[in-house]
């Protein structure tokens, strides 16, 4: 089975551009993550959807990220502008939430991001 | 907000050593969780942790959930060079629509 795909695996885009990252989560999968990851500040959540609706999304930095699910297939992350402090990896998961439990978050395998 | 210190930041051994890493936390968590990341990689999921006082093996992992609600340790045993990576604990505080924390992570050198 395919695991979460993203695209593109690397970006490099110049400070005002906008930049749009891509997800595909796991098929039968209802929750899906997006995290940004930097050495300064780890692993971050900045939102997660249930059924596509965006449930928090108290972690996205500002108004310059946002981010969609049009469909249980398809999410993006959208910086509009970017800027060189947006230079991250930045990850999609997926998971499957059934009654009482677990995160097991399956991960895709990141977009690094570099903004000049 | 929670926050979840992971400790130590970095190891470098030698192929065959033991390893043990281990995270704290303010305050409790119901769920705990280990994962494993390789260069250019997200992170896999190694183990999960759903009770208070649980001990659960891996292979040569094995980790173990806090008495307190409020730590978790990994050990890796006769660790090879293949184990090289950055382990990351994640708790989860609530049950519901409540998210990962995720600590910094450790990164492991192993020298053949």
């Known amino acids: 089975d395919a695991g979460v795909i993203q695209s593109p695996r690397h970006e490099v885009t110049e400070m005002g551009q906008e930049v749009t990252l891509r997800c595909k989560p796991i098929s039968g999968h209802n929750s899906l993550f997006w995290y940004r990851q930097t050495m300064m500040r780890g692993l971050e959540l900045l939102i997660y959807f249930n059924n596509n609706v965006p449930i928090d999304d108290s972690g996205m930095p500002e108004d310059r990220f946002s981010a969609k699910m049009p469909n249980a297939s398809f999410s993006t992350l959208k910086i509009q502008p970017s800027e060189p402090r947006d230079s991250a990896v930045y990850f999609c998961?997926?998971?499957?939430?059934?009654?009482?439990?677990?995160?097991?978050?399956?991960f895709g395998p990141g977009t690094r991001l570099t903004v000049l | 907000g929670q926050q979840l210190n992971q400790s130590p930041q970095s190891m470098f051994i030698q192929e065959g050593e033991d390893v043990s890493m281990n995270c704290t936390s303010s305050?409790?968590?119901?769920?705990w969780l280990w994962y494993k990341q390789d260069p250019g990689e997200g992170p896999v999921l190694l183990i999960a942790?759903?009770?208070?006082?649980e001990l659960t093996s891996n292979g040569r992992l094995t980790a173990q959930f806090g008495t307190t609600r409020k730590d978790s340790f990994l050990n890796i045993s006769a660790s090879i060079p293949s184990d090289v990576g950055i382990y990351f604990c994640a708790g989860r505080a609530h049950s519901g629509y409540s998210t990962l924390t995720f600590g910094k992570g450790t990164m492991l050198l192993v020298s053949p």
């Open positions: 998961a997926s998971n499957r939430r059934t009654s009482g439990e677990t995160d097991t978050q399956y």
């Open positions: 942790l759903y009770k208070a006082g």
């Open positions: 305050s409790i968590f119901n769920t």
